[in-house]
Nanobody
Framework: QVRLVESGGGLVQPGGSLRLSCATSGINFKIYRMGWYRQAPGEAREWVAS???????DYADSVKDRFTIARNNARSTVYLQMNSLKPEDTARYYC?????????WGQGTQVTVSS
């Protein structure tokens, strides 16, 4: 059974930082590309960042130079370090991978950026 479990969200002031984690199980983690997505109320889910099995990263323009995605294959976990947070980063953040010809998602973790 494939499981993705996000954690690390919360309330933070503008300019602050958060580190999200996504612990996985049920997949051979090290061979899969992992991604982070987010969805704000009333908005479509949008891609934020991704990391391939060999560590190549990519970011949406809106988060480039502020967010960093990383993976720990020994722990089957992917991270999203978020710095210089803005109110527009407020959303529910989801971890994603595509395995066995289908997409898997976690339950998400809420990030709220507000003073």
């Amino acid at each position: 059974q494939v499981r993705l479990v996000e954690s690390g969200g919360g309330l933070v002031q503008p300019g602050g930082s958060l580190r999200l984690s996504c612990a996985t199980s049920g997949i051979n983690f090290k061979i899969y590309r992992m991604g982070w997505y987010r969805q704000a109320p009333g908005e479509a889910r949008e891609w934020v960042a991704s990391i391939t099995s060999n560590g190549t990263t990519d970011y949406a323009d809106s988060v480039k130079d502020r967010f960093t995605i990383a993976r720990n294959n020994a722990r089957s976990t992917v991270y999203l370090q978020m710095n210089s947070l803005k109110p527009e980063d407020t959303a529910r953040y989801y971890c994603n991978t595509r395995a066995y010809s289908r997409d898997f998602w976690g339950q998400g973790t809420q990030v709220t950026v507000s003073s």
